[in-house]
């Protein structure tokens, strides 16, 4: 299990794996299961990304693996904020 923490204690390498192919790979994890917004992880994790410099200009595709429900409206983020289009 991952250790309890705050994303101002993490860094990019912590998070971003270069995998087979030069695929980069970023786990963002989640709130314990009925506590919190998973939907809000979301949002802090694509966030962090950016400003921690992970969306490189040589990037060809950015793949988000989301749940599909809006409870709290936050797997909806990326579409909304035209970081992501529905396909």
């Known amino acids: 299990a991952a250790e309890v923490g705050s994303v101002e204690d993490l860094e990019l390498e912590d998070v971003l794996q270069i995998g087979y ?12 299961p009925g506590v919190g917004c998973a ?20 990037l060809d ?8 429900d809006v409870v709290c409206g936050g797997f909806a983020m990326p579409i909304r904020e035209n970081k992501a289009q529905e396909t």
């Open 21 to 32: 192919g030069g695929v980069r790979c970023a786990e963002s994890g989640g709130p314990e």
């Open 61 to 68: 595709f950015v793949f988000y693996d989301v749940l599909g």
């Open 39 to 58: 939907g809000r992880g979301v949002i802090t994790a694509i966030n962090f990304l950016e400003e921690e410099g992970a969306y490189v200009p040589d």
